[in-house]
C-alpha cells in the first residue's frame, strides 16, 4: 500500500511536470548568495526582455550549484543545443545573452562557463576537473531542481527512500543506517546509527527528532545551500530518521540569518503534507509525523545541541551539562535526536541504495561523502562535494584552482579548526585526522590564506569570533577569549614581548577549564597556530585596530508609536503561548519596532508566564534581537575570518566614514544604526552586509555610497 501510495505520486509528478524539449528554459540560480550579488534583478531582466521581445521560453528558478565565485548564474537549454551555464551575468548582460542566443543562435561563448557537451569554444562540464572530480550525491539536485517544485524532487526519485523506509521496520532502518557508516557530518563525526539505537532503545513513549539547522561556523555554508537548493531532500531525510527513532514530532532549527532557507523549508513542508508525504498516515502506513520550522535569533552556541534544545524550549541558548545526553535526556525531557542537515541529507540514497553503496566511497572508518566549502585566497572559491579522504593539496589545487600569490596556511574545519602549515597538505581529511595527524575535519569549512596573510592578524579575526558568540556562562571562555584577542593584536603591531607564553596558557585553560565545546574550539586554532607558526607570530606586523563594540542608543524609528496592548497581544496570539513559539514572538515585535521596548516585554512576560528579568535574559542573549532602540536602517557588517581576507576591513571603514559613526552607533538623525556581526553566512561573497532584510556581496568600498545613497 505505501509504495503504491508513492507510485502513483511519481505518476502524477511526471505529468506535472512540464519538457522542455520543445522550447528554450533558461534557468537562473536564486540562493542567498547569489541573491546578494543582483540575482533577482537578473531574473526580472530575463523576464522582462522575454515577455518585450516575444520570445517563447520558460523562465525557472534552481538552487545555487555552489559555484560562489562564478554567481550570478543562468543556464539556458535551446533545442538544438546543449544546455549552457554562463557566470558572472547582471541584468545588462543578460538581456543581451537572451536576444544574442535566442533570436541569433550565438551562444555567447565569451560569457559561459560550461555545457552539458562540448561546443565550439565552449568545455563541457566533464573537461573542467573541479565539477567532473566531484561526487555529487547530497549536493545532486542543487542548481538542477526548482525548490519550490515537488514534483521536479519526486521525479529524480525524490521520497522513494522514505517509501522504502516504510517497508521496514524501524530497527532494520538503524541496521542499515549503522551499516553505511555514516557518521555527524555537523562537525563531531558521531555514528548516525549508534545516536539512533541510544534513543530508540531509551525508555518513553514520546520521542523528538531535531535537524541541526543553526549552522553558523565561519566559512561554513554547506547546509544553507541543501537547505535552498534541495529542501525535500532535507526533509525526507528528517522524515526517514524519525520514522527510525520513534517520533511523531520533528523539529528543523533554522539559523536566524537563513530567511530564505527557512521561506523554502515552510513551502516544502506544506507541499509534502498536502501529498501524504507528511502529517497523519504518511503515505498510507501507521508512521505519522508532524514537521516544525523554528527560526533562530542568532546566537552560534545554540549550534550545540544542548543548547539549541534550551533555545528550542524558549530559554537562553546556554549549553547544559552532560551527561544526560539527549538521546536519553533531550527536548521536555524526552529521548531525543539531534542531527546536522547534511547527515540527514545522506538518508534517502542510503535507504534507497543500500549501505554497501553508500561505501564505496571515502575511507574504511569515513565512508561517503562530504560537502566541503573552500574560500580565501584562492582561484574559485566553491563548495564541492567529494569523498572522504580528500586532501589539503588536491582541495585546493583541483578545486580550488590553486593559489596565486604563495602558500602561507589553511584553516580546516572553520574558525574551530586547526590552522594548518604546508607541510601537512598531503594529510587525508576524515574524521579521524585529527587525532591521527593533528588537522581536524570539522564543518568541511577550508579557509586559505596566502604569504601576504599576517598569522596573528588573521587568528585576531578568528578569536573576535568567539570572543562576540561566547555566551558568558563561564569564566575561561568569557574572559579567555577576550584576553586572547587583545593579545593577538599585541603581536601583530609588535608589542607582544612575553606573549606567547600568555596566549599558550590561555588556550590551555580555554581546552581545560570550559564548559562547553565552544571554549575548546577556540584553543584549537590557537595551539595549531603555535605549534606551527610560533616564530612568525613573535614577529612585528602590521598595526591593528581593536573593533569592539561602543553602544550608544539612539532614538529609535521617526514617528512609531510606543507599543500598545492590542498590538502586542496579537503578535503572541499568531505563534502561541507554549515556551518554544517565544523566541519567534520576540523576532516579530522586534521586527515591529526595530526593538523590544520595555511595555513590549512586560506584556510578554505575563503572557509566557516569566518574570521580566528571565525574559531579559532571553531577549538580551540572541545577536538579531535589540533591548535599545535602532535607527529606521539597520546595517549589519560582517567581521568573520573569510570576509576579512576578502577586505572587510576596508569596507567597514567606508561604512563608518560614510556615516559619521562607529560599530553600535546610530546617526544622530536616526537614520541608520550600525551594527558589526561574527557571521551572515555569506561567505562565497564577501565582503558582504545587510541593510534590513536585503543582503549585499562582493562589496568595496566605492560601491559602498551608492548602496547607502539609495536608502537617503
Known amino acids: 500500500m505505501t509504495f503504491d501510495r508513492y507510485e502513483a505520486l511519481r505518476d502524477w509528478a511526471e505529468k506535472s511536470v512540464l519538457s522542455s524539449g520543445e522550447i528554450p528554459e533558461i534557468s537562473i540560480a536564486l540562493g542567498s548568495c547569489s541573491l546578494a550579488v543582483g540575482a533577482d534583478e537578473v531574473f526580472q531582466a530575463v523576464d522582462e526582455r522575454l515577455q518585450r521581445e516575444g520570445f517563447e521560453a520558460r523562465l525557472r528558478k534552481t538552487g545555487c550549484p555552489g559555484l560562489c565565485g562564478d554567481e550570478v548564474l543562468v543556464s539556458i537549454a535551446k533545442p538544438g543545443y546543449p544546455r549552457i551555464t554562463y557566470r558572472k551575468m547582471t541584468p545588462f548582460s543578460v538581456q543581451e545573452l537572451v536576444v544574442d ?71 532494520e532502518v538503524i541496521a542499515e543506517v549503522a551499516k553505511s557508516g555514516l557518521r555527524g557530518r555537523g562537525g563531531a563525526g558521531f555514528p548516525t546509527g549508534r545516536k539512533w539505537e541510544f534513543c530508540r532503545a531509551a525508555p518513553g513513549e514520546v520521542k523528538y527528532l531535531i535537524c541541526n539547522a543553526d549552522e553558523s561556523e565561519p566559512g561554513s555554508f554547506k547546509d544553507r545551500l541543501i537547505m535552498e537548493g534541495d529542501p525535500h531532500g532535507a526533509i525526507e531525510g528528517v522524515a526517514i530518521a524519525a520514522y527510525a527513532i520513534g517520533a511523531q514530532e520533528a523539529y528543523i532549527y533554522v539559523r536566524g540569518e537563513y530567511p530564505l532557507a527557512a521561506e523554502r523549508l515552510e513551502e516544502a513542508i506544506q507541499q509534502a503534507q498536502g501529498t501524504g508525504l507528511l502529517g497523519e498516515g504518511v503515505l498510507g502506513s501507521d508512521f505519522s509525523l508532524e514537521v516544525k520550522v523554528h527560526r533562530g535569533a542568532g546566537a552560534y552556541i545554540c549550534g550545540e545541541e544542548t543548547a539549541l534544545i534550551e533555545s528550542l524550549e524558549g530559554k537562553r541558548g546556554v549549553p547544559r551539562m552532560r551527561p544526560p545526553y539527549p538521546p536519553s535526556y533531550g527536548l521536555w525531557g524526552e529521548p531525543t ?34 560537502v566541503y566549502t573552500l574560500l580565501g585566497d584562492v582561484h574559485r572559491p566553491l563548495a564541492f562535494e567529494a569523498p572522504l579522504g580528500l586532501t589539503l593539496k588536491e582541495a585546493i589545487e583541483v578545486y580550488g584552482g590553486g593559489i596565486e600569490n604563495g602558500f602561507r596556511l589553511v584553516q580546516t574545519g572553520g574558525s574551530s579548526g586547526t590552522v594548518v602549515p604546508e607541510s601537512k597538505l598531503e594529510i587525508p581529511l576524515d574524521y579521524d585526522s ?68 600568555m596566549l599558550a596558557a590561555l588556550a590551555e585553560a580555554l581546552r581545560l577549564a570550559s564548559f562547553c565545546g565552544l571554549g575548546t574550539a577556540a584553543a584549537l586554532p590557537l595551539d595549531s597556530a603555535l605549534e606551527h607558526f610560533k616564530e612568525e607570530l613573535g614577529r612585528k606586523r602590521r598595526v591593528m585596530e581593536h573593533r569592539g563594540v561602543k553602544i550608544k542608543p539612539g532614538e529609535g524609528k521617526d514617528g512609531l508609536p510606543s507599543p500598545d496592548v492590542a498590538s502586542v497581544a496579537e503578535i503572541i496570539a499568531q505563534h502561541g503561548r507554549e515556551p518554544e513559539a517565544l523566541v519567534e514572538t520576540l523576532r516579530d515585535l522586534d521586527a515591529r519596532w526595530g526593538y523590544l521596548p520595555r511595555e513590549a516585554l512586560r506584556l510578554v512576560a505575563q503572557a509566557y508566564q516569566m518574570t521580566p528579568s528571565q525574559l531579559y535574559g532571553v531577549a538580551s542573549f540572541y545577536s538579531l534581537l535589540s533591548t535599545v532602540p535602532r535607527g529606521e536602517h539597520l546595517i549589519r557588517c560582517c567581521e568573520s575570518a573569510p570576509c576579512e581576507l576578502s577586505g572587510n576591513g576596508e569596507v567597514l571603514e567606508a561604512v563608518k566614514q560614510a556615516l559619521g559613526i562607529d560599530v553600535g552607533q546610530t546617526t544622530e538623525d536616526g537614520e541608520f544604526t550600525l551594527e558589526g556581526v561574527s557571521c551572515l553566512g555569506l561567505c562565497g561573497v564577501g565582503p558582504a552586509m545587510t541593510i534590513d532584510d536585503t543582503a549585499y556581496g562582493r562589496l568595496t568600498p566605492e560601491r559602498v555610497n551608492d548602496i547607502l545613497n539609495g536608502y537617503r
Open 337 to 370: 535526536v539531534v542531527n546536522n542537515v547534511e547527515t540527514l541529507a545522506a538518508l534517502p540514497d542510503i535507504v534507497r541504495k543500500g549501505a554497501d553503496w553508500y561505501r564505496r566511497w571515502g575511507t574504511e572508518r569515513s565512508p561517503g561523502t562530504k
Open 434 to 501: 585529527m587525532s591521527r595527524s593533528g588537522v581536524s575535519l570539522g564543518s568541511g569549512a577550508l579557509l586559505v590564506a596566502d604569504e601576504g596573510r599576517d598569522v596573528a592578524w588573521f587568528l585576531a579575526s578568528v578569536i573576535n569570533f568567539f570572543r562576540a558568540e561566547s555566551c558568558g556562562k563561564c569564566t575561561p571562555c568569557r574572559e579567555g577569549t577576550l584576553r586572547a584577542q587583545e593579545i593577538l593584536e599585541r603581536l601583530a603591531s609588535g608589542r607582544g614581548e612575553g606573549a606567547l607564553e
Open 101 to 171: 542566443f535566442l533570436k541569433g543562435d550565438d551562444p555567447r561563448s565569451d560569457w559561459a562557463l560550461a555545457a552539458e557537451e562540448p561546443l565550439e569554444g565552449i568545455p563541457s562540464w566533464k573537461d573542467l576537473p573541479f565539477w567532473a572530480k566531484q561526487e555529487r550525491q547530497v549536493l545532486a539536485h542543487c542548481g538542477q531542481i526548482d525548490p519550490g517544485s515537488l514534483e521536479e524532487y519526486i521525479i529524480r526519485d525524490g521520497y522513494e527512500g522514505l517509501a522504502r523506509a516504510l517497508l521496514l521496520t524501524p530497527e
